[in-house]
């Protein structure tokens, strides 16, 4: 039987938090069997409807509007792995709406990130590839033989599979002459915008690629960088360091790369490894993560049962993270970067907004039954999934409650809320 | 309350260990009034500032400062090249971009100095580390410290307020990053004010008192952020709008919070921000025309700015790329990542004028410019006579000073 405190780290790594009663009803299976069922997931995602945005109406063209619904995703999915390595991966292969310019285009791309997130890696490489926002990010977009263009060349390596070491500046010239011949067609509109081949521009001579040689195209440069031991071990440590610490584990990194090279790429037998790893529920590890504003937002969100909204995604965009927009190719760096001075106050004010998003009637399925502070208190904290608190962090909370909880319903609904918004604050609920 | 008085000590990993009430002297006593320059002790030398402005992903040194002088610059370059007839004329047949008028007005006023073909040796090609090179000044290895983060602990005896350090951005990025947490990130100044009720913001308050644990980190900067909150809320309203900068400019935006902290006397001595994404592959030309227009109506406002906040003389602006590109143009209308590039400098206490060699266009290597002035020739240059600090000690090892001050 697994105990509370694991399942709570899994829930808020492998997705965005569980509250009291969610982590209740996996009380009597053991680690095993609620890591099967996390991986156990639709072939073809979720079907979600996206929240109620009035006032304009809702608008695909529009970045918040986007941002909003993918927030409503993370809140209310039934598959909150699959949400979470959807964010994996737009920080992975970061690709960002104001190069791209078409927002539907930034949608189609999160389409495919979700739809491939917990699936073959290099099934998403070579998707990837030519996909067309990537195709305009990176500038394979209109690559011709004639003069090829290194950029995606090079950030495929250096960034989306083995990391730097295995290649030189000849393999980036090679892959680019492979990768040449994709254009995007922005005339022909059907949902998306379509990707078109040209035999006429592709380069089909042989290539010398990291020690091999053949007429190499695109879907070839994917398989064999897919298949790179480097890569195994890349993607290893980055998955490690997004769900679990930025201080590498060697022996669980180990067995992840071996995961992958045994299972040719699959990610969910990585992250089973991962998620079963003793190292993952290491004392090191638990709470020692500092949430993204995604993260941190969406779970709030979804621990409070409150929908997505525009005012949501420009909180987390002020937080410092604009989902659809990395700061570069890299993505978003993490960890102690999050905590900047304004990104920190925003923090602390969007505690504001769930006051307000939580209304002035009480809520039944939120602690506001509480008879005494210290219950009422104690209570919020279980919510946000905090434990342990530091004694500061719980005397702080209890001198706002007072000496008495309210007898009076709604007066004891003001004081629950307040106290929501100052727990969303607290330092133990910046970390994950 | 616990406010105003706080040291912190680093311990391995970077992780911030909150000492505080360790008798320093309250921030409020750095608030002075408009345009006071000597009024934060950090200030190193009398007052003098330092703020940089990094042109993130790789700007175009060829069509920054175009040498329509050289031949080869049209062979290179047939659909890119500046033509000789739009290019800003300088000095030897070199030309700035067409767009940047304000710059050419700086540059024969003697207010903006060029340093030609700057880089480092064996350039690395690669934006990230290339970016950590220029951050950190060390090519060998990878410091988890900044050049300037390096210069604020090691200056940072002094005293120094909250404010003294600040990078414009969500977070403080790695030039500024020192042992000492000095810097701070504001993104924006609207979001520097700890909403709700007293009893709420109190509670926030307490929380972030002193701890240590796990909790450190984030009680470290949020104490940080607090006090920067707070500094800025005392801060003497000293800015008066002197320019008019130019609508939907993101450089502009960030500037002009620069002149506000500036002006506002709260002790900022170093300031950091990013502009654009300079990484051009494909359909260069119109892209960097509109970046090069966008650099030079910001710059313009922020100088105008600055002289009309009395801060003329005591600010020093650096703008630099982690990479200039290829020399030769790529089939997409674009360019590759390259090496060498000009660095700009701005201010008041410069020489102005061109240093060192424009790089050949025909003596290559890897297709790319070679290297003519390190970089960190520059900021030693800067550390010693602008910063007021013996230079070695932050880059590491000794490297050659160049005649960019004046004296």
């Not at chain 1, 020692?288 to 909180?315: D, N, T, Y």
């Amino acid at each position: 039987m697994a105990e509370a405190a694991k399942l709570r780290h899994l829930f808020r790594r492998a997705g965005f938090g569980a509250r009291p009663v969610e982590i209740a009803a996996y009380r009597d299976q053991d680690l095993p069997a609620v890591v099967a069922d996390l991986l156990d997931v639709p072939a073809e995602p979720e079907t979600i409807a996206p929240p109620v945005l009035s006032k304009p109406e809702f608008n695909p063209e529009r970045l918040a509007d986007m941002q909003a619904i993918w927030l409503h995703r993370m809140a209310t999915t039934r598959y909150p792995l699959v949400e979470k390595m959807t964010l994996f991966w737009h920080g992975h292969f970061a690709t960002g709406i104001k190069k791209v310019g078409k927002a539907v285009l930034m949608q189609t791309q999160n389409d495919l990130l979700r739809r491939h997130s917990l699936g073959s890696f290099g099934a998403l490489l070579q998707a990837m590839g030519t996909d067309p926002a990537m195709l305009i990010w990176l500038d394979g977009n209109g690559s011709t033989r004639r003069a090829p263009n290194e950029n995606y060349a090079r950030e495929v390596m250096e960034l989306f599979t083995t990391g730097p070491g295995p290649y030189t500046e000849a393999d980036v010239k090679a892959a680019a002459r492979a990768l040449t011949g994709w254009r995007v067609d922005k005339d022909t509109f059907d949902g998306t915008f379509k990707v078109t081949f040209s035999a006429q521009a592709f380069d089909p001579g042989v290539k010398q690629f990291l020690g091999q040689s053949g007429k190499f195209t695109a879907a070839d440069i994917a398989g064999i960088l897919a298949r790179r031991p480097e890569t195994a071990k890349f993607l290893a440590a980055k998955l490690w360091r997004f769900f679990a610490s930025p201080v590498p584990d060697a022996a669980t990194v180990d067995a992840m790369a071996d995961a992958y090279l045994r299972s040719g790429g699959e990610i969910k037998e990585v992250l089973k490894t991962l998620f079963l790893a003793d190292a993952f529920y290491s004392d090191s590890v638990v709470n020692s993560q500092v949430k993204s504003p995604a993260e941190f937002v969406a779970g709030s969100l979804r621990l409070l049962g409150l929908p997505g909204s525009r005012e949501a995604a420009s909180l987390c965009t002020r937080m410092g993270q604009t989902l659809y927009d990395p700061p570069n190719v890299a993505g978003w760096q993490g960890g102690a970067a999050w905590l900047g001075a304004s990104s920190l106050l925003t923090r602390w004010n969007f505690g504001e907004a769930v006051r307000l998003w939580l209304g002035a009637v009480p809520r039944a399925d939120l602690p506001a039954t509480a008879a005494s502070p210290t219950e009422l208190v104690d209570a919020w904290l279980a919510q946000f999934g905090i434990n342990p608190v530091s004694h500061t962090t719980r005397e702080a909370l209890l001198k706002l409650v007072g000496d008495r909880v309210p007898a009076d319903g709604r007066a004891r609904w003001e004081v629950a809320r307040t106290l929501a918004r100052t727990v969303v604050a607290a330092p133990e609920y910046q970390f994950a | 309350m616990f406010l105003g008085r706080r040291e912190f000590l680093t311990v391995a990993g970077g992780v911030l260990v909150g000492l505080g009430a360790l008798g320093g002297r309250a921030w409020g006593g750095a608030v002075g009034s408009a345009g006071a320059t000597g009024s934060s002790g950090a200030a190193g030398a009398a007052g003098k500032r330092l703020v940089v402005i990094y042109l993130a992903g790789g700007n175009d040194g060829l069509n920054t400062v175009a040498p329509y002088g050289m031949g080869p610059y049209y062979d290179l370059r047939p659909r890119l090249a500046i033509k000789e007839a739009e290019a800003l004329p300088l000095a030897g047949k070199l030309g700035l971009h067409p767009n940047l008028k304000a710059m050419k007005g700086f540059y024969d006023a003697g207010r903006l100095t060029i340093v030609q073909g700057v880089g480092y040796p064996n350039p690395d090609r690669s934006h990230f580390r290339s970016y950590d090179i220029w951050a950190t000044g060390q090519t060998k290895g990878v410091s988890p410290v900044g050049w300037l983060g390096r210069y604020l602990d090691l200056s940072a005896a002094a005293g120094a307020g909250p404010l003294r350090a600040v990078a414009v951005g969500a977070s403080v990025p790695k030039p500024l990053v020192g042992g000492s947490g000095a810097a701070v990130a504001i993104e924006s100044l609207n979001e520097m004010k700890l909403k709700g009720t007293p009893a709420a913001t109190a509670a926030i308050r307490e929380m972030y008192g002193l701890g240590s644990g796990p909790l450190a980190l984030v009680r470290g900067r949020g104490e940080a952020a607090l006090a920067a909150a707070d500094a800025l809320q005392r801060m003497a309203s000293g800015y008066k709008a002197g320019a008019s900068y130019p609508k939907g400019n993101p450089l502009g935006n960030s500037l002009q919070l620069i002149v506000k902290l500036l002006a506002g006397g709260g002790g900022t001595q170093v300031l950091f921000t990013t502009f654009g994404a300079f990484d051009e592959h494909a359909g260069e030309k119109a892209h960097h025309d509109n970046l090069m227009l966008q650099f030079d109506q910001a710059v313009a406002a922020y100088q105008q700015d600055l002289a009309a906040n009395g801060l003329g003389g005591s600010v020093l602006t650096l703008v630099y790329s982690e990479f200039g590109r290829r020399a030769k143009e790529n089939g997409s209308g674009g360019t590759d990542h390259g090496t060498a590039a000009p660095v700009f400098l701005l201010g008041d206490g410069l020489r102005g004028g061109l240093v060192g060699e424009h790089p050949s266009l025909t003596d290559l290597q890897d297709f790319d410019l070679k290297l003519g002035i390190d970089f960190r020739s520059i900021y030693a240059t800067l550390l010693a006579g602008w910063l007021g600090q013996e230079p070695d000690a932050v880059l590491g090892q000794r490297y050659e000073r160049l005649p960019l001050l004046k004296t």
